[in-house]
């Protein structure tokens, strides 16, 4: 048992460091440890009830699950040895089981440090891509998140598990099925799995608190910025080639302020949506 892990349960807060870097190494690869540049502490809502005791087995896990090892080692190593500080979102990583959504690989390989096949020629990004995003939108119980690019269903998957609900919109048919059996399996009842334009988002449950987005476009997709709420986060990719994730936030009175995170690497994003937004 990783001690840090007695330790978070213990702490059930969420912190972040004093101060901030630029990053050092492109999180999208797995060449190493990144950290953020926010200009700004980012922190997310935390409940003490929901805070599972980490000597005990996730819920989906049963004592003897030959996974529970791999995703300690995952959560300490590869995220709270970097800047994943959100205890919220340590233990989401903890508990989501990151190989059923990644079936084709050997299970070690699913909670390595870096992205995965999935096929269709997608990816499930990096567990450190995935803890980082969540954190950067500040999840909370109350909170409506929208999931651009559902492919296997992994970010959805932790995002739902910190959220009220999770509309998730995947543009490759097959990939958005396949998401949504394996969640119902699952049991994520708070995830609906839509097929269609991720660039133009999912109107009809707008506006949401979080918008998190898997693939990149060349520019931030209008749509997503209209259908952020006043305070809400977008996290998104963006760029051809040279990419960087992003992080806009709308402020109350409708401006979007714009933070450069860290260089990464992602698939381009599909769609027809990207129109001509200057953000």
């Not at 409940?47 to 980490?54: A, E, L, M, V």
Request: proline share 9%; with cysteine; glycine share 8%.
């Amino acid at each position: 048992m990783y001690p840090f892990l007695q330790w978070l349960a213990l702490c059930g807060k969420c912190f972040s460091p004093h101060a901030e870097g630029r990053a050092t190494a492109t999180p999208g690869s797995p060449s190493g440890p990144a950290s953020t540049n926010a200009g700004q502490s980012d922190t997310c809502t935390t409940q003490d009830n929901n805070i599972q005791d980490p000597t005990e087995p996730p819920p989906s896990a049963s004592p003897h699950d030959a996974s529970l090892e791999l995703r300690e080692a995952m959560v300490e190593h590869q995220l709270a040895r970097r800047d994943i500080h959100c205890a919220d979102v340590l233990q989401a990583m903890l508990t989501v089981t990151r190989h059923e959504f990644a079936p084709n690989h050997p299970l070690q390989d699913a909670y390595a440090d870096k992205p995965l096949s999935i096929g269709h020629g997608q990816t499930i990004s990096q567990p450190y891509i995935v803890a980082l995003m969540t954190q950067l939108a500040r999840p909370a119980p109350e909170a409506r998140a929208l999931d651009i690019g559902t492919g296997s269903g992994y970010q959805a998957a932790v995002l739902a598990s910190l959220v009220h609900s999770v509309q998730s919109v995947e543009c490759i048919p097959a990939l958005a099925a396949q998401a949504r059996r394996r969640l119902q399996r699952m049991g994520y009842a708070n995830i609906n799995v839509h097929t269609g334009d991720g660039t133009k988002g999912w109107p009809e449950r707008s506006p949401y608190d979080i918008i998190i987005a898997a693939a990149a476009p060349d520019r931030v997709p209008p749509a997503l910025l209209e259908q952020l709420a006043p305070g809400g986060r977008l996290i998104i990719p963006i760029g051809v080639g040279r990419q960087f994730l992003m992080l806009y936030e709308k402020q109350a009175d409708g401006m979007v302020v714009k933070s450069n995170i860290a260089q990464v690497a992602f698939v381009p994003m599909i769609g027809n949506g990207n129109g001509d937004s200057e953000l």
